[in-house]
């Protein structure tokens, strides 16, 4: 029987078909994502959404190129429509009588249902080629974001932190923001390694030490996780011992550091490597998760007065009367999980309709040959959700999203991509080409597309 264990995919099949075109807008919304634009504009100027618009546009263009039937119809894309769609309208309708309703929240999330779909209509259109391409351009994007990280002192002269340089963020305002990025870029470098095992193996290092240098505890908690999942799924018995011994040595050395202060770790950069071991060692308390299960026991007491219903959009974004995020700030703290915010602002509903997506999002994207890239990214926004109430609002997440949902549908494709409308801004329509939506790409009937054929 044929394994479902996820494999590294070789670079020969990719290679061996020739590219149809590269998207512009959709390179375009891959950069804004991957280097967290809108943030590192707004850390630098201090005005926000400096670059919608020019996102907006191209959203825009892969809506009109590649939106089709077969990907609107498909069931990952429906059930995410269908909860986010929920989401909005139980959470609005139950903040109508609130004098004080802010539709902030309600443009920014319609905001991401149009990011996703349009992202997600674009790999779902790609040739398997292209979206080798794509997925190898996300990962370059990433490593950049990534070298930016060790060079946050440096930066903040120019950009205005609100956190302390003892866990640096690179162009993103959150370290944790900024461990998520280093993540779902070694799930990339691993699933799409260089030519050179030399250049993979400086990818990596990148990528672990900027996710190591914002000592974000979930980064770390996820990074073994991933590992595992991989290990296990390898089925190999030398493999799984040199992994055991590799995370053997990885905590003896840890405890080592923390008792000998060997890299002169300040306090908050000690107690945090400290909670990491603790919380492998089963100690889920208010230290080890940074005063989380205060907010979630908050949260939690709030749902239990209202279930089955919700309180309104944005009331779990801030939990107010609860915790603030400093003595001296009117702020009050969200409740820092993402399942918690849609329990409580939207009610029981649309709840289960997230986990009925993600549920379907694991079992078919495990069936894809990209299922490390969908499984990888469904694990990290999975845990990012469960210790964030952002997670949904994060672009770079949703393109991870829009990628882990493009890669199930196509698993279950009868006919896996389409060719897209030529529009004039579209960087794969040359003269003459022409426009069709339903004649479908045959790469598996019939030889590849050649360059510049009509096949």
Same mark, same amino acid.
Request: include cysteine; charge should be positive; proline fraction near 5%.
């Given at each position: 029987m044929r394994s479902r264990a996820l494999s590294v995919p070789t670079d020969a099949a990719p290679r061996a078909e020739k590219r149809r075109h590269r998207d512009l807008a959709g390179i375009t919304l891959l950069v804004f994502g991957g280097l967290n634009l809108n943030g590192a504009l707004l850390l630098f100027f201090g005005t926000q959404a400096l670059l919608s618009p020019l996102v907006f546009c191209s959203t825009l263009v892969l809506w009109l190129r590649y939106a089709h039937p077969s990907a609107v119809k498909a069931e990952c894309y429906v059930l995410f429509v269908a909860f986010l769609g929920s989401y909005l309208a139980f959470a609005a309708l139950f903040a109508a009588t609130d004098p004080h309703f802010d539709s902030y929240y309600i443009k920014f999330y319609s905001a991401?249902?149009?990011?996703?779909?349009?992202?997600?209509?674009? #790999?779902?259109?790609?040739?398997?080629?292209?979206?080798?391409? $794509?997925?190898? !351009? &996300?990962k370059r994007i990433l490593i950049v974001s990534c070298i930016f990280v060790p060079l946050s002192p440096y930066l903040s002269t120019y950009l205005a932190y609100s956190h302390s340089l003892d866990r640096p963020s690179g162009l993103f305002g959150n370290p944790n923001e900024a461990g998520v990025a280093a993540l779902f870029c070694i799930v990339l470098i691993v699933a799409y390694p260089a030519r050179s095992r030399v250049l993979t193996f400086g990818q990596a290092v990148i990528a672990l030490l900027a996710l190591i240098l914002t000592f974000s505890k979930a980064g770390i908690l996820t990074l073994i996780a991933l590992s595992l999942l991989f290990v296990i799924t390898r089925r190999s018995i030398g493999l799984l011992c040199v992994a055991i011994l590799t995370?053997?040595?990885?905590?003896?050395?840890?405890?080592?550091? &923390?008792? *000998?202060? $060997?890299?002169?770790?300040?306090y908050d950069q000690r107690e945090r490597l400290a909670d990491v071991l603790n919380i492998l060692g089963g100690d889920i308390s208010t230290r080890t998760t940074t005063g989380r299960t205060l907010v979630w026991e908050l949260g939690l007491r709030r749902i239990d007065q209202q279930l089955p219903w919700g309180a309104g959009l944005g009331d779990f974004h801030a939990l107010v009367g609860g915790f603030r995020e400093r003595p001296d700030l009117d702020k009050w703290l969200g409740v820092h999980n993402t399942f918690l915010v849609i329990l409580g602002e939207a009610g029981l509903f649309p709840l289960l309709l997230l986990i009925g997506?993600?549920?379907?999002?694991?079992?078919?994207?495990?069936?894809?040959? +990209?299922? #490390?890239?969908?499984? =990888?990214?469904?694990?990290? !926004?999975?845990?990012? !959700?469960?210790? @964030?109430? *952002?997670? &949904?609002?994060? %672009?770079?997440? *949703?393109?991870?999203?829009? @990628?882990?949902?493009?890669?199930?549908? /196509?698993?279950?494709?009868?006919?896996?991509?389409? %060719?897209?409308?030529?529009?004039?801004?579209?960087? =794969?329509?040359?003269?003459?080409?022409?426009?069709? /939506?339903?004649? !479908?790409?045959? /790469?598996?009937?019939?030889?590849?597309?050649? +360059? =510049?054929? /009509?096949?």
């Open positions: 991401t249902l149009i990011f996703v779909s349009a992202i997600y209509f674009w #790999l779902t259109g790609c040739t398997k080629a292209e979206l080798a391409y $794509v997925f190898r !351009m &996300l995370f053997t040595l990885a905590a003896l050395s840890t405890k080592y550091i &923390l008792a *000998n202060d $060997v890299f002169q770790l300040s997506f993600l549920a379907r999002l694991f079992m078919i994207g495990s069936r894809s040959p +990209e299922r #490390l890239v969908a499984i =990888g990214f469904s694990v990290i !926004m999975v845990v990012d !959700m469960l210790s @964030s109430h *952002n997670s &949904l609002s994060s %672009r770079l997440s *949703n393109v991870a999203l829009a @990628s882990a949902m493009a890669i199930a549908t /196509r698993a279950v494709m009868k006919a896996p991509t389409w %060719r897209p409308y030529c529009l004039p801004l579209g960087a =794969g329509c040359r003269p003459g080409a022409r426009s069709q /939506r339903s004649v !479908m790409d045959s /790469r598996i009937t019939r030889p590849p597309l050649r +360059e =510049g054929g /009509r096949g």
